[in-house]
């Protein structure tokens, strides 16, 4: 049975640092390609950053230079480390296995003085 379990979500200041963690069980989680996507609260989900299963990295304009998307393979987790968070930043995080499409159940990050 596919699990995402995603972690690591809650409540920072604008400027701060938050790291999430998503780990998989179920597939064969070091030869599929990952992602995190986001929904900001009234507006549609959005791909964050995606992590193919050699590494490679891709991120949305939004957060580039600030969020970092990497893998333990030996872990199965995915992760996602968000710097320099602004209040526009804040949603609820899906980890999300590429193909075939398979999302966790998301985790709230909300950036607020």
């Known amino acids: 049975q596919v699990q995402l379990a995603e972690s690591g979500g809650g409540l920072v200041q604008p400027g701060g640092s938050l790291g999430l963690s998503c780990a998989a069980s179920?597939?064969?989680?070091?030869?599929?390609?990952m992602a995190w996507y986001r929904q900001p609260p009234g507006k549609q989900r959005e791909l964050v950053a995606t992590?193919?299963?050699?590494?490679?990295?891709n991120y949305a304009d939004s957060v580039k230079g600030r969020f970092t998307i990497s893998r333990d393979n030996a872990k199965s987790t995915v992760y996602l480390q968000m710097n320099s968070l602004k209040v526009e930043d804040t949603a609820v995080y899906y980890c999300n296995r590429i193909r075939p499409p398979y999302w966790g159940q998301g985790t709230q990050v909300t950036v607020s003085s």
């Open positions: 179920g597939f064969a989680f070091s030869v599929n390609a």
């Open positions: 992590i193919t299963s050699g590494g490679n990295t």
